[in-house]
């Protein structure tokens, strides 16, 4: 092979792997969606593979892939959840950026059964915000 030759092979070699890359930042991290919910959600749910909520009636995050389908929380995480809870704390409303849901969703994932056990529809979206 020429140095020609391979220098083209080597160019487009390159240029491929970088056309069919995922863009930078695009994939979900779950070490920044655990950095997330220990720093947003750990004062009231156990966040962890084990433990105890400190708010009782939070649930444990280990328990949410079992519950619920925890992609279908990315709606009400992007526009605001509604939490039926009447207790002394209310859940602070938090309205997340795409790559927040992203990697929040990938942490809860994480936690979580196999995607083929039986979940309930997640809560419900805040509209009109």
């Given at each position: 092979m020429t140095l020609v030759r391979a220098i083209v092979v080597l160019v487009l070699a390159a240029a491929s792997a970088i056309a069919f890359a995922p863009p930078a930042g695009a994939a979900a991290n779950k070490a920044r969606g655990e950095f997330f919910a220990r720093e947003h959600c750990s004062t009231c749910h156990a966040i962890g593979r084990n433990g105890t909520s400190p708010y009782p009636r939070a649930p444990a995050f280990r328990t949410l892939p079992a519950k619920y389908d925890?992609?279908?929380l990315a709606e009400?995480?992007?526009e605001g959840i509604i939490v039926?809870?009447?207790g002394e704390r209310q859940m602070p409303e938090f309205v997340l950026a795409p790559d927040e849901i992203d990697d929040l969703i990938a942490y809860l994932k994480s936690l979580g059964p196999s995607k083929d056990a039986p979940r309930e529809p997640p809560p419900r979206p805040i509209h009109g915000h």
């Open positions: 925890v992609e279908g009400a995480l992007a039926g809870n009447t």
